[in-house]
């Protein structure tokens, strides 16, 4: 796992890091170009609390490869409002 933490503001270059993130995935589990680029697809979602209802700040990337979660990048807020991003690379542990 990685981490990063940059001020508000300051999360564009994060999420060019997050589609590089993902591309290494794709890469290593398709060669070029995709067979199928429809078994590929990115989602980003805004987390909420369904007691309250109330959205969050948080998101969630997921990158989805034939239907199934294969990496995520969470995006959350800590007690100082730093923007917090962790990636998990779940890919190898697919089988794929």
């Known amino acids: 796992m990685k981490s990063?933490?940059?001020?508000?503001?300051d999360q564009e270059e994060?999420?060019?890091?997050?589609?590089?993130?993902?591309?290494?995935?794709?890469?290593?589990?398709e060669p070029k170009p995709?067979?199928?680029?429809?078994e590929l697809e990115i989602r980003v979602n805004a987390l909420g609390n369904q007691?309250?209802?109330?959205?969050?700040?948080?998101?969630?990337h997921?990158?989805?490869y034939k239907q199934r979660v294969i990496a995520?990048?969470?995006?959350?807020?800590?007690?100082?409002?730093?923007i917090v991003f962790d990636?998990?690379?779940?890919s190898d542990k697919n089988g794929y």
């Not at 990636?87 to 779940?90: C, K, S």
């Open 4 to 9: 990063l933490k940059v001020d508000t503001g």
């Open 14 to 29: 994060v999420y060019r890091k997050i589609n590089e993130f993902f591309k290494e995935i794709v890469n290593k589990l």
């Open 34 to 38: 995709l067979k199928k680029p429809s």
């Open 51 to 60: 007691i309250d209802g109330i959205i969050t700040d948080d998101f969630v």
């Open 62 to 64: 997921r990158l989805i």
């Open 72 to 82: 995520i990048v969470t995006e959350t807020r800590d007690d100082l409002n730093y």
């Open 87 to 90: 990636f998990f690379d779940n």
